[in-house]
């Protein structure tokens, strides 16, 4: 039962969730969401989403060469605070909807330099 109630989930998005869901047998969780366009600067406009990556479905060094979980992002840039169980992501401007998706750090189709 624990598997299906500590998931992934943003703590705060820089914007509008538009699709989000999470696999609890694939350990595969996304979000996608638009920014919001404001003044430069704004935390919505600019601002950094962050994801709740527990430790429960995504064990460190568990994974193919000793990684945790896997990230794949649509833009922009992150990091991953292992300590804190968080991803933080800054999207870029160039785009208006962002995805962010976590694989469990074992899975074979994900590009090897995330």
Do not use: W
């Not at 595969?28 to 601002?47: D, I, K, L, W």
Request: glycine content about 10%; charged content about 25%; overall charge negative.
């Amino acid at each position: 039962a624990l598997q299906v109630v500590v998931r992934p989930y943003p703590v705060r998005v820089a914007g509008t969730i538009l699709r989000m869901g999470f696999s609890a047998r694939e350990k595969y969780f996304f979000v996608s969401f638009r920014h919001r366009n404001g003044a430069s600067g704004s935390e919505t406009a600019s601002g950094t989403t962050i994801i709740f990556v527990p430790q429960y479905q995504y064990p460190p060094g568990t994974g193919k060469g000793g990684r945790g979980p896997r990230f794949v992002v649509s833009d922009g840039e992150y990091e991953f605070i292992e300590r804190e169980q968080s991803l933080l992501f800054r999207h870029s401007q160039e785009v208006d909807v962002h995805t962010v998706e976590i694989y469990p750090g074992d899975i074979n189709d994900v590009n090897e330099d995330l």
